[in-house]
């Protein structure tokens, strides 16, 4: 019955994409008829220069009325005799004390007439249908149109459910071993990165493609691959934790590679399987050291991609994962690992700041202006006020540790001071730096009561986070 389900909807998705295709191929045709139309009837009115009026042919005289013709005649019509002529000026010697310009020029008779009026082309009324298509912007397709209402995505999940559902099935029948599900798997991963490709290439030849749909394939043969590592390692036991966290990793590494390829979401779905990869392969089993190194080097490769191409969701992932890791290491009591990244975040969250933004870079909910401008502020901020929770789970510990929460809360408060006087983050930064450091040794001191005394560490230590904080401020120079 499954097997008629899986079916039918394939048949209903290859036929929906038939119509589909037609369907752009008729609008594009249409769109273009409509643009040229549009453009000839804008460009017409304006393009074709004004024809002169035609010279008008004079009226014929009318013949002299006999009244006129018993008229004196007028003394313009008769030249004047030699000695009532009026003498020319040039005819006379100028003296020397006689100067022409004495007199004001008459003003010229046509400056106060009005210039004619421009000729202004009529508007060009336009129908109702036309004019909803001239409106549209310039780069716009309907082709673009289920890509912007979401439809890709929800294709892409539709088909991922289906191939979930596809391998449930399969699995409850007796001839589909493990190991022919874990070949079925990998040649499905390889179709779908075959396919993401293919559609990648189409795009840059007919833009503008189909470059979400790319993405989707390319990201869902990746997590194909990567799906499968953790199966024949976590399901089947068929290889040990430490080949499955070097295949892990080598998933990780090929998503960023196609990130660059097929856009930002795909760095952040590879940022994402690289911090989720020590759960899926038994984390208890890692060394302490290892499982550190493995997320820094995660968080690095993270802010350094993000960084890199400018990409502010791939910043923000990298910071969230690198707090989600901060969080499991205080699970299980793991100060020194908690300390460390929180310190990877702030300073990773700071040198962003580094990257300056483009000027012509288009806008977006998380541009990369403002990833430049509050990414510094934010990441000493959150990891400040986190610290908090590490001095209250070091106060049942010997007195000495006091000392790791006390360096780190320390360096954020001259972090923070650095990134205020270099402007690349605010003063609220310092001030919640300080602030979460005076809260976390009053938490600390308020804890420590119920397990022994106050010894000499506890007193150095905040003797000399307090001078810290004041050399700090000083130097901060916020206003």
Known sequence: ????????????????????????????????????????????????????????????????????LDEEPLLLDQPLPPDEQE????????????????????????DDEPAPPELQPEPVTEPGRLARVLRRPANFRFGQWPVQARLAWITGSGLALGAILLVAFAAQQDWF??????????????????????TRRVSLRTPPGRAPVAALLAGAGAVAFYATIWAAHGLYN????????????????????????????????????????????????????????????AGAAGFALAAFRRWGWVALGTLVGVYFWFWASIAVDDIQRALLLLSFASFGAV??????????AA?????WQRVHALAPTIGIAVS????VWVW???????????????????????????AVRERFATAPALVVSIAALVLGAITYLRAREYFGPLEQWHYGSLLAVALVVVICAISARSH
């Open 384 to 387: 400040s006020v986190f610290l």
């Open 177 to 198: 071993t493990p190991q022919i599900q874990l070949a079925c798997a990998l040649a499905l991963g390889a179709i779908l990165l075959g396919a993401g490709e293919w």
């Open 351 to 360: 040198a962003l700041a580094l990257r300056t933004p483009l000027k012509d």
């Open 363 to 367: 806008p977006s909910a998380l541009s």
């Open 238 to 297: 068929l290889i040990d934790y430490t080949t499955a966290a070097a295949l892990l990793t080598v998933c990780s590494i090929s998503l960023i590679g196609l990130s660059l390829l097929h856009g930002q979401a795909i760095g952040v779905l590879a940022i994402a399987a690289a911090l989720v990869a020590p759960p899926l392969t038994h984390e208890p089993l890692w060394p302490s050291l290892a499982l550190t190194l493995y997320v820094t080097a």
């Open 87 to 110: 003498p020319l000026v040039l005819d006379q010697p100028i003296g020397e004390d006689e100067l022409l310009l004495d007199a004001p020029l008459p003003e010229a008779s046509n």
């Open 1 to 68: 019955m499954e097997w008629l389900f899986i079916l039918v909807l394939a048949g209903v998705a290859a036929w929906q994409g038939a119509r589909i295709g037609a369907l752009t191929a008729r609008v594009r045709e249409l769109e273009k008829r409509l643009s040229a139309r549009a453009e000839a009837q804008w460009t017409a009115p304006t393009e074709a220069p004004l024809a002169e009026p035609a010279p008008q042919p004079a009226p014929p005289e009318p013949p002299p009325s006999p009244l006129q």
């Open 392 to 418: 209250a789970a070091i106060a049942p510990a010997e007195a000495f540790r006091v000392m790791g929460p006390a360096i780190v809360s320390a360096s954020h408060v001259a972090l923070a001071a650095y």
